[in-house]
C-alpha cells in the first residue's frame, strides 16, 4: 500500500466536448481534497486543468501550480492557489512536478497532456522513478491508445511489464485504489550500478 500525499494531474487546457470528462474532473479534485491529498497539476484556470483545481480548492484542498514564466504571461495562470511555482521552461516544469509529487493521473487532454503522461512513464521504465502512474479513460477516451500501446508490446517494442506500468480505469475511485495497491518492478539491476 503507497503513501500517496500528493498526485500531479496532466489534462487538457481545453474543456473538449465531453461534459462526463469535466465532470469526472470535479470528482477527482473533490476526492483528493476530501482524503487530504495535495493536487499539483499545471496552473491554468482554464480548461479540464481549471475544473480540477477549481473543485479541490472548493473543498478545501490544497493545490499547487506549477507553470514555465512564459505561459503566467499569458494571462492563464490560476491566482488563488495554494501555492504558484514559476519555472523557467516545461522541462523544468515537468521536473518540479514529478519532484512534488508521490503519484500522477493524466485525464483526456491533448498534445501537452500524452507528451507529460508519456515522458513520466518513460522515467518509470528507465528506473528514474517507481511512482504510480494511471489514466482516468473517462467515457473510452483512451482505448484507440491503449490499443497502439497492445500492438507495441506484440510487435516487440514494448516489455509487458512497462505496458502494466500504466493503471487504468474508468472511475475515479477505482484509479486511486489501482494508484495505493500499485507495487513497482523492481529497479533493473544495470541501473542501479550507473546510480550508486
Not at 523544468?92 to 500522477?104: N, V
Not at 480505469?169 to 484509479?175: A, E, P
Request: one cysteine or more.
Amino acid at each position: 500500500m503507497n503513501t500517496i500525499k500528493s498526485i500531479t494531474v496532466f489534462c487538457g487546457s481545453s474543456e473538449g466536448n465531453d461534459t462526463d470528462v469535466l465532470d469526472q474532473a470535479v470528482v477527482l479534485g473533490q476526492t483528493l481534497a476530501n482524503n487530504k491529498t495535495t493536487l499539483v497539476y499545471g496552473a491554468a484556470k482554464i480548461g479540464v486543468m481549471g475544473k480540477v483545481a477549481e473543485a479541490a480548492l472548493n473543498q478545501g484542498g490544497k493545490v499547487i501550480g506549477v507553470i514555465p514564466e512564459f505561459l503566467k504571461l499569458k494571462e492563464v495562470v490560476h491566482l488563488g492557489l495554494s501555492e504558484l511555482v514559476t519555472t523557467n521552461n516545461m522541462h523544468e516544469r515537468k521536473l518540479k512536478m514529478h519532484q512534488l509529487s508521490d503519484a500522477f493521473i493524466a485525464l483526456p487532454g491533448g498534445f501537452g497532456t500524452l507528451e507529460e503522461l508519456f515522458e513520466i512513464i518513460t522515467w518509470a521504465q528507465l528506473g528514474l522513478h517507481q511512482k504510480p502512474i494511471g489514466l482516468l479513460n473517462v467515457n473510452g477516451f483512451y482505448d484507440d491508445l491503449l490499443k497502439l500501446l497492445e500492438n507495441m508490446v506484440r510487435r516487440g517494442f514494448l516489455k509487458m511489464s512497462n505496458y502494466e506500468m500504466l493503471l487504468v480505469d474508468d472511475s475515479v475511485k477505482g484509479l486511486l485504489e489501482k494508484l495505493n495497491n500499485y507495487k513497482p518492478e523492481p529497479v533493473p539491476k544495470w541501473l542501479k550500478a550507473e546510480r550508486t
